[in-house]
Structure formats: C-alpha cells, structure tokens
T-cell receptor
Framework: GAVVSQHPSWVICKSGTSVKIECRSL??????MFWYRQFPKQSLMLMAT?????????EQGVEKDKFLINHASLTLSTLTVTSAHPEDSSFYIC????????????????FGPGTRLTVL | AQSVTQLDSQVPVFEEAPVELRCNYS??????LFWYVQYPNQGLQLLLK??????LVKGINGFEAEFNKSQTSFHLRKPSVHISDTAEYFC?????????FGTGTRLKVLA
C-alpha cells in the first residue's frame, strides 16, 4: 500500500513552454501532497505543500507564479512549470501524506519516483 | 526548527567491507528519523525509519541504524557492502509535517 506515481517520468521541452507534472496516490487518499526539487548531486528541497481543495503554500524563494500547483482531488496534484527555462531543468519529486491508516505516524510521507525535466 | 547534517559527501569502501554513513540532527522537538537510498535517475527508496522504541532499527538490504538521543545522531551501518549498494543515501528528519533532508552521502563500493 501507499504507492505514489508521477507522470511523466521524464520530459524534454523547449524554452518558453509550460510543462505539467502529475502526482497520484494510487491506493490511498492524500489530503496533503508535497513537491520537492532536486538539482544534480544535491539534496531535496521542499518547494510547496498542497492541500486538497485549497491554495498551495510555497516555501520562501519559490515563485508561485512560476510553479503552479493544483490539488483538485484527494488522489491527484499537479505541478505546472510555466514558461520554462533551462535553469528550471531539475528532478521533481512529489510525496503524499496519508491520514487513512496506511501511515505509521501522522505525518508520514510516501514519495513518488520523480520526474526529470530538461528544458532546452 | 530541525536540521540534518551528513558530514561525509562521499564514502568509498571496498566490497564486503563494513560501512557507516553518519547523520546528525538538531531539533527542539521530538523527531522521526529516516534513511533513504536513491539510485541514479530514480526516486527515493525508504531504507528504514525510527519512530520510537528500540534505538536499533533494522531496514531493508541488510542496513541498520542506531538512534542516539544524547549525541543527536542516527548513523547508518551495513556489515558487508555489495557493488549494488553504490548509490546516494539521504538522512531525513521530521518533527512537524515537513521532512528536512541532509545533503546526501555518495556511497561508492569498489571491487
């Protein structure tokens, strides 16, 4: 149980275009999902926290108009990188928090496999 | 606020030798501690987690970690490594709803 998927697993786009990444909880309902960014050979940095049906909370320094997050249902959150530029190239990982009993503790997060974004 | 320090950015070790990857944390509240492994171009795989109880935690792939509250450490160990253990290892702490990750340790197992 507690499987999180991401789609696509990798994407290449041209500079100036927008890219949407999906994060799905497959076998549980996720009231909260998290989006992380990982640059090559670096750690994961939390970008934003999204709660189903409400606006996302962005970490300091993350442009909310650049990284649009929608959490429209209990199993799906999307991250849209708008007007992508080469500096947005990164590995994006989502995670989901389950409150229905799969988790070992209240705030346990389950991580997706990541999406590699390359902007040319 | 919580923070995590992984002092070793790289650890080379010969195959079948033991290894210890160090993790220290700071927090003003009780925390949960985790070790994740990440293979190239893949997501995070949970190795083990400490929530409460026994300070020695056993995980997958023969890894174990010991929680030491007085030293605020959660070091990861394996008695005999394999080539396939070559990967990036991340220590993480959660005291609130957020996870804070260390900078990672690259374990390179040499033949």
């Amino acid at each position: 149980g507690a499987v999180v998927s991401q789609h696509p697993s990798w994407v290449i786009c041209k500079s100036g275009t927008s890219v949407k990444i999906e994060c799905r909880s497959l076998d549980f309902q996720a009231t909260t999902m998290f989006w992380y960014r990982q640059f090559p050979k670096q750690s994961l940095m939390l970008m934003a926290t999204s709660n189903e049906g409400s606006k996302a909370t962005y970490e300091q320094g993350v442009e909310k108009d650049k990284f649009l997050i929608n959490h429209a249902s209990l199993t799906l959150s999307t991250l849209t990188v708008t007007s992508a530029h080469p500096e947005d190239s990164s590995f994006y990982i989502c995670s989901a928090r389950d409150l229905s009993g799969v988790a070992s503790f209240y705030n346990e997060q389950f991580f997706g496999p990541g999406t590699r974004l390359t902007v040319l | 606020a919580q923070s995590v320090t992984q002092l070793d950015s790289q650890v080379p070790v010969f195959e079948e030798a033991p290894v210890e990857l160090r993790c220290n944390y700071s927090s003003s509240v009780s925390v949960y501690l985790f070790w994740y492994v990440q293979y190239p171009n893949q997501g995070l795989q949970l190795l083990l987690k400490y929530l409460s109880g026994s300070t020695l935690v056993k995980g997958i792939n023969g890894f174990e970690a010991e929680f030491n509250k007085s030293q605020t450490s959660f070091h990861l160990r394996k008695p005999s490594v394999h080539i396939s253990d070559t990967a990036e290892y991340f220590c993480a702490v959660s005291g609130t709803y957020k996870y804070i990750f260390g900078t990672g340790t690259r374990l390179k197992v040499l033949a």
